[in-house]
């Protein structure tokens, strides 16, 4: 485990930049925390880092959405797509299945980040799987511990 005191937007966009640097695809990176903990604005950072021109948004009602990163990222690192999913409103690990999660998460193309990962136990169990845990350490401190 490590842990990593984030004083502002700027130090959570730097993290997320020296995080993106490290991936290769095929990962998957649950983000566990309260509303508001920073793990949206993670994933926003990381899509910047990694070329993406599209808006990312919040998951929440849409459950999955696919972000196509910058092509000068796809030839260094063959990584294509980041998948972002929003598991709040979903029952169970089942439901993943249901939204196309499998066809895209641990493929060596993709990156996949699930929020409120806490709530899909099955998750932990899949190949590739990390966590990071958001929390509020002050108004706009946030403590993130990389399990």
């Not at 998957?28 to 508001?36: K, Q």
């Not at 706009?140 to 399990?147: P, Q, S, T």
Request: glycine letters at 10%.
């Amino acid at each position: 485990m490590k842990t990593i005191v984030l004083k502002d937007l700027a130090e959570l966009k730097k993290f997320a930049a020296d995080f993106a640097a490290g991936l290769r695809g095929g990962e998957i990176v649950g983000l566990i925390g309260d509303l508001g903990s920073g793990k949206t604005a993670f994933v926003k950072a990381i899509a910047a880092a990694l070329g993406a021109k599209r808006a990312v948004r919040s998951p929440t009602f849409i459950l999955m959405q696919l972000i196509a990163v910058g092509p000068a990222v796809q030839k260094k690192t063959g990584i294509r797509r980041i998948c972002h999913v929003d598991a709040y409103r979903l029952k169970n690990d089942e439901e993943l299945t249901g939204i196309g999660f499998h066809d895209y998460a641990g493929s060596p193309d993709t990156v996949t980040f699930v929020e409120w990962a806490d709530l899909m136990p099955g998750l932990k169990e899949l190949s590739g799987y990390r966590e990071l845990r958001f929390s509020f350490a002050g108004r706009d401190e946030r403590v993130v511990i990389m399990i």
